[in-house]
């Protein structure tokens, strides 16, 4: 260690155990305190300039691009660097930081696995815990697991290169205080992720790279670029060898994407399009805008004009500047019904098709089943290119900020209203259980998934919008929709299984945060009180 740290400022409210012991080492703990402490402060003040901007989107004022920084839109400049084992990422899988997930998705036919700490995990203490020694085993090549009937799962040789997606900014680590307040939850998972792997990692000819989601300015993109730098300057590390993708997947994030990896240009590699979290933006950020209220959430697809936009100025705007444009998600699980599955096959296909016609880099997949299909697709497409960076798009017409806020057209129906509900109180009940990455007819669902479902509504009850049959959409509905479609739920999973869950729990989170006049940002706020 370069630099000397001193001890630790930090309150933990638990008792460590063997476990936390290992991960929670002296000189750790003091690394954390180090950036916790620098850090801290300054976070709570960019969620408090969020508030200031969203008061003014609520007043009228749509979000735009900003003028201010001409110079920096308008100068030649490109980021530092991408690693070699960072350049070809034609597919990537993501799933939560658990120990048989890690070794299934680190030995799919993919390039990249994105290990997630936010979205798809549901942060207990423990799993947090579980997930750094999980990554850490895997990184040292030593993993493996055993499952209840004896199987043993365990890591192949030249696995895929490991990136790890700490959680946004707005999230609290409540189990650590900082004089008396929790600390941000994102970085508790870097320093302890960074802290001990950054050696092992460089040794193998990787490096410690990340995810950053939520990002809703580039002043919190210089935010995280200022952590980095902090981080390797602690260890003696060269500025930019901390390499992270940003997700744009908040609606203000859209409009700053130059400034974003003109921030973090010593460490950045791409961006990525977050389509659910994005739409679930597009819904909050707007949420007072009463013409721009979206229809069902199965309608709003790739294709419809606001996000196919979106696609396009994020891979314009990262093939200029060197970066990488990765593409969103593909949720879709694999069925075990021969015809069921080839029209899965066939969505999944034709929306990577879109992607990687669009000059998208790579894309995402949440279960190992499709990794062939879409490696086909990239595959296909480029050839002997490790990437698409070459493709500029320079001739496309400039991108405005109506064509982003532009609203789609579609119906609200009370099948999609009720598909909504189902779909948001069996996620709630998954997540306060524990588990963050839940199966649910026929697609691997995180919080984004959810966030839609719900805030839908809320938008559909704040504006009076009537369902195509004509029924308006009211707390009242609402409730006794609720109600309705708790009992299908357990029509559905049995008694035995309902009973045994928290879904009565959901059901009130759900009903809470659906029908409060002002509306919650994240549900995974109030969510947290409910898990240990």
Known sequence: MDQQLSASTLTFTNSFNQQDSEVLTADAIAFLSDLAEKFSAKRESLLKERQVKQQQIDSGVLPDFISESDSIKNSDWKIQNIPEDLRDRRVEITGPVERKMVINALNANVKVFMADFEDSLSPSWDKLIDGQINLRDAIRGDISYTNENGKVYQLKSNPAVLIARVRGLHLDEKHVLLEGKPIPGGLFDFALYFFHNYAALLAKGSGPYFYI???????????????????????????????????????????????????????????????????????????????????????????????????????????????????????????????????????????????????????????????????????????????????????????????????????????????????????????????????????????????????????????????????????????????????????????????????????????????????IEFLTVPGYQLIQ
């Open 213 to 519: 989601p939520k990002l809703e300015s580039w002043q919190e993109a210089k935010w995280w670029s200022d952590v980095f730098s902090a981080a390797e300057d602690t260890v003696g590390l060269p500025r930019g060898t901390i390499k992270a993708t940003v997700l744009i997947e908040t609606l203000p994030a859209v409009f700053q994407m130059d400034e974003i990896l003109y921030h973090m240009r010593h460490h950045i590699v791409g961006l990525n399009c977050g389509r659910w979290d994005y739409i679930f933006s597009y819904i909050k950020t707007l949420k007072e805008h009463s013409d721009r209220v979206l229809p069902d959430r199965q309608v709003v697809t790739m294709t419809q004009p606001f996000l196919s936009a979106y696609s396009r100025l994020l891979i314009k705007t990262c093939h200029r500047r060197g970066a990488f444009a990765m593409g969103g998600m593909s949720a879709f699980i694999p069925s075990k019904d021969a015809e069921e599955n080839k029209a899965i096959l066939a969505k999944v296909k034709a929306d990577k098709e879109l992607e990687a016609r669009n000059g998208h880099d790579g894309s995402w997949v949440a279960h190992p089943g499709l990794a062939d299909t879409v490696m086909d697709v990239f595959n296909h497409v480029l050839g002997e290119r490790k990437n698409q960076l070459d493709v500029s798009r320079e001739s496309d017409e400039e991108i405005s900020a109506q064509q982003l806020l532009q609203p789609c057209e579609g119906e609200r129906t009370e099948a999609g209203m009720r598909a909504n509900i189902r779909v948001a109180v069996q996620y709630i009940e998954a997540w306060i259980s524990g588990n963050g990455c839940v199966p649910i007819y026929g697609l691997m669902e995180d919080a984004a998934t959810a966030e839609i479902s719900r805030t839908s509504i809320w938008q559909w009850i704040r504006h009076g919008k009537s369902l195509s049959n004509g029924e308006k959409v009211t707390k009242a509905l609402f409730e006794e929709m609720l109600d309705e479609e708790l009992q299908v739920i357990q029509q559905e999973l049995g008694d035995q299984k309902f009973q045994h869950g928290r879904f009565r729990e959901a059901a009130d989170l759900m009903r809470r945060i659906t029908t409060q006049d002002e509306l």
